[in-house]
């Protein structure tokens, strides 16, 4: 029987959903893309990373505005669509890597900036992920992480993890802003900013991209029906299951 790991269930996720990631218009824009692409705007000798790329709205969104962008994520199938896009778009100076975040295939300093967004929460080991992404970004380098993140209340915590993990099972964690500070700071990465956004989930659109089991479906809709009063203030249920997913932008730097 093959192991089922972190690493192979997520290849497994996203994969198959490789083309939905690419069209899923949470992914290709949003208030957060725009600000965390704005990191690297200006910077023309700047070497960039997209750290867990997935459908690579990053990586298009600043090699125009830097000299290289390698986009960098587990999944094989994925990083086909990538370079496939990147080849219609004209984006010559954008290359992909396959590869886990806790393993970085890159010497130090490789890097100006590196980038991240909506992968952390599927690293099996974040520290190492946060640790790996210091090593090759260049001292004084920029790091940017985007990221779903947890309301920080337990009960609002409880409800949010578990239906991200009955969506979508490679689904590890999302960190309260507090966690992400704390493990920037282990990661010898100074917090400049954080930006908080607030991004609509349609039900159907959230749980069609992942192909989500129809009784995993209805688990969610069921915590959803049974959720409190606080639950659905705080995540705006709406009757169909969807809802508003609490999404920061940590900006780091390398000591």
């Known amino acids: 029987m093959t192991a089922r790991t972190q690493e192979s269930v997520a ?23 725009t600000a965390l692409a704005a990191l690297a705007a200006g910077q023309a000798q700047a070497r960039v990373l997209d750290l867990g790329c997935g459908g690579g709205h990053v990586a298009y969104a600043v090699a125009p505005e830097v000299a290289e ?55 099996r080991d974040l520290d190492a992920g946060l640790r790996e992404a210091a090593r090759v970004v260049r001292p004084g380098g920029l790091v940017g992480i985007v990221d779903a993140v947890s309301p920080g209340v337990p009960a609002l915590d409880t409800f949010l993890q578990a239906v991200e993990l009955l969506r979508d099972t490679s689904h590890v964690r999302n960190r309260s802003r507090t966690e992400w500070e704390a493990a920037l700071a282990r990661a010898d990465l ?35 029906a049974a959720a409190t009063d606080r639950v659905r203030r705080h995540f705006e249920l709406a009757e169909d299951g969807s809802f508003m997913l609490d999404v920061a932008l940590f900006t780091a730097r390398r000591r």
């Open 11 to 33: 290849v497994a996720q996203f994969g198959a959903q490789a083309r939905a990631y690419l069209g899923s218009a949470v992914h290709a824009q949003g208030a957060d893309l």
């Open 69 to 123: 962008v390698v986009a960098y994520d587990l999944s094989a199938e994925m990083l086909a669509v990538v370079a496939a896009a990147a080849r219609e778009r004209g984006l010559a100076n954008l290359r992909t890597v396959e590869g886990p975040a806790e393993r970085l295939p890159f010497p130090d300093d490789s890097f100006d900036i590196v980038l991240s967004r909506y992968s952390a929460h599927h690293w």
């Open 190 to 224: 100074m917090t400049d900013r954080v930006a908080g956004f607030r991004v609509p989930l349609d039900y159907a659109t959230w749980i069609a991209r992942m192909r989500t089991p129809p009784v995993q479906a209805a688990a969610i809709r069921a915590l959803q």
